[in-house]
Structure formats: C-alpha cells, structure tokens
T-cell receptor, first 110, second 112 residues
C-alpha cells in the first residue's frame, strides 16, 4: 500500500493569511493530484503534477511536486473563506487506482 | 454536460441488511470507480470497472461487490452490513483509465 500523509490535519486561519499544506510519501509517484472537497460534495480535481520539481499555479494556489516525486505542497496566498474545504492529495493513477492522502481540513475565518 | 449522479444521497440501514448504491457516470465515460470515505480512514479505493469489466479491486472483504452495465452505469452492493460500513460512498467516472477522475456527491450510508 502506498501511503500519503498530509500535514497539518487541521488548519484554521484568518482571511488574508498565507498557508502551506504538505503531502509526503516514502513511495515515488508518476504523478500527484490535488483535490478540494466541500461539505456535502465529492472531491474536485484542482491540478495534476507530473514532473519532479514542477510548479503549477492556479490563481492564488501554487502547487509543487518534489524533485524525487515523493512529496508535494500546496501554498495558498491571501486565503479567502471560499478556500474552506478538505484538501486531498492523491498519487498513482494512470491505469492504476489512486491512493488518497489523509487530508487537510482548512477553515478560513472571515 | 451532466456530472456524475449518485443515488440515493442518504440511506439508513440496519446491521445484517444489504444495500445497493447506484452511479450514473458522465456521458461518454466508460470507467467508474468506487471509494469509501470515513473520518478515520479517509478515502479508500473499492474497485474500478471499465467497459463492464472489473479492472482493479481494493482491499475490502467480499461483502463489497459491484457491477457495470452496458450503458456504463454502475451499482455497488454491500451485503451483511456492519456498523463499520457507515461511510460516504463516492463514485467517480473518467473517459479512459488514465484520465482525471470526476466524482459524484456521494451516498451517505448509516448503519444502525
């Protein structure tokens, strides 16, 4: 089983603050995906990173894939209440099933 | 384009009963995957079907089974329900085995 550990597990911040969440594994992944899940809904794909060292930006969200393709980070600049949700990283995929991380539950307080 | 539809949204069952959950994928998507989500274990892979054939299976007991129909719709069945089966069951579809997953909003199953 390929384990993906995310930290922190819970994060509560004020609107306008910056934050970083981490996704770590001892396994090498061909790609990593980040999802956000809001209450009562299924996860929604935010980004897929494929190349070691790759950095992708999605508005105020910056995703980085580690050089060794074992870890990833998500940085949010100037967090907004709409960023509240459960952030999940997932590795594997392709023709195989995805392994999901333990999740980071983010609350942004107005 | 309609998203992934799961029915029912909520379900309450008693220990020992069985349950069938339904998933209609996005039109044109031939792959359907099922996941179980609990607070303690997170999202865990159950199985994936592609063109009516099971491609992958997670580490769940045989009480959990599924099937896929010729129109790509899928059903998941859990027999002899246990309290620990209480969870959010998520279905996801994709057009090809290596395409991104699109999730439905899940069926929340409560076993009493």
């Amino acid at each position: 089983t390929q384990l993906l550990e995310q930290s922190p597990q819970f994060l509560s911040i004020q609107e306008g603050e910056n934050l970083t969440v981490y996704c770590n594994s001892s396994s090498v992944f061909s790609s990593l995906q980040w999802y956000r899940q809001e209450p009562g809904e299924g996860p929604v794909l935010l980004v897929t990173v494929v190349t070691g060292g790759e950095v992708k930006k999605l508005k105020r969200l910056t995703f980085q894939f580690g050089d060794a393709r074992k870890d990833s980070s998500l940085h949010i600049t100037a967090a907004q209440p709409g960023d509240t949700g459960l952030y999940l990283c997932a590795g594997g995929g392709g023709a195989n099933n995805l392994f999901f991380g333990t999740g980071t539950r983010l609350t942004v307080i107005p | 384009k309609a998203g992934v539809t799961q029915t029912p949204r909520y379900l309450i069952k008693t220990r020992g009963q069985q349950v069938t959950l339904s998933c209609s994928p996005i039109s044109g998507h031939r792959s359907v995957s099922w996941y179980q989500q609990t607070p303690g274990q997170g999202l865990q892979f159950l199985f994936e079907y592609f063109s009516e054939t099971q491609r992958n299976k997670g580490n769940f007991p045989g009480r959990f089974s599924g099937r896929q129909f010729s129109n790509s719709r899928s059903e998941m069945n859990v027999s002899t329900l246990e309290l620990g089966d209480s969870a959010l069951y998520l279905c996801a579809s994709r057009s090809l085995p290596d395409s991104p997953l699109h999730f439905g909003n899940g069926t929340r199953l409560t076993v009493t």
